[in-house]
């Protein structure tokens, strides 16, 4: 599996907020191939490369966070707060970095991640990884564009109504105006699509494994679409993409910003 370099200020860990951290487990392990490792904190692997984490909690909804690769995890909290945000959890070590876990001048939920050491790689862009980060948006998205555009320095254009995260001429993020569809009660929220070989035969795993089917198969402009919760509740977002087909060919080094 290839491993691409993210750069300050771009989509670079997810964890799952769950109630039952072992039947999460379980279920991503039978749908997406993972190997999650036993503990407190569970980091979910993919040919040995840490993808994701899983973190016991009783007090919120069950719920992915999406988090934001930091160089001083200290400087970007007190940053959220000037910007109009919240620290939610302050900064604390685990297993590979340093995380805080913070919320946005519309109420949706984001983290910070500095990890140990100097590296900064991340598995992406095939099945078994997060492929897109996207944020849904129910109140003023220029406001809200406005404060993770000043958080991360993101170059953010308007794609016809969707709002593009760029770095150096390609798009890492996106930012959807949802205020027509979901009520402006609703806060905004993050969520990482998730890459399958295969929606269809996916489809049927998901039900088999304890979750169940919310939305599609579905074509967009990312591939074809599967919104599922999971057994516990959380709600996962699965694109469809090919199977890398050549790995020799790229380096540890290269960006994920040219997947």
């Known amino acids: 599996m290839p491993a691409f370099e993210a750069r300050e200020g771009m989509p670079y860990w997810i964890d799952l907020l769950s109630s039952e951290t072992r039947k999460s487990a379980y279920f991503y392990s039978r749908i997406l191939g993972w190997d999650v490792q036993e503990g407190d904190y569970r980091i979910a692997r993919l040919q040995g490369m840490p993808v ?17 690769l930091s160089t001083d995890i200290g ?9 109009g945000g919240r620290v939610l959890a302050e ?21 910070l991640f500095q990890p140990e050491g100097e590296d900064s790689f991340v598995a992406a862009g095939e099945p078994g990884t997060p492929v897109w980060h996207e944020c849904t948006c129910t109140g003023d998205v220029e406001k809200l564009a406005a404060f993770y555009g000043e958080l991360f320095n993101w170059d953010i254009v308007d794609n016809d109504g ?9 798009a890492f993020a996106g930012i959807w105006d949802a205020r027509e569809q979901i009520p402006a009660d609703v806060p905004s929220f993050w969520r990482s699509y998730l890459g ?5 035969e996916t489809c049927s795993r998901i039900e088999e494994f304890g979750g169940e089917i919310l ?8 591939g074809l679409l599967l919104t599922a919760v999971d057994p516990t509740g959380a709600v996962v977002t699965l694109c469809e993409v090919d199977e890398p087909v050549d790995e020799d060919t790229l380096d540890e080094g290269d960006s994920i910003l040219h997947l």
């Open 75 to 83: 400087r970007d909290a007190q940053r959220v707060a000037e910007l």
């Open 196 to 200: 399958v070989a295969n929606v269809a």
């Open 162 to 170: 969707y709002l593009l995260a760029m770095q150096d001429g390609a």
């Open 52 to 68: 994701a984490g899983m973190v016991p909690q009783d007090t919120m909804p069950d719920a992915w966070v999406t988090y934001f």
């Open 91 to 111: 900064p604390q070590q685990v297993s590979l970095g340093t995380m805080a876990l913070c919320a946005d001048n519309a109420g949706g939920w984001f983290g």
């Open 215 to 222: 939305r599609g198969p579905e074509n967009s402009p990312f």
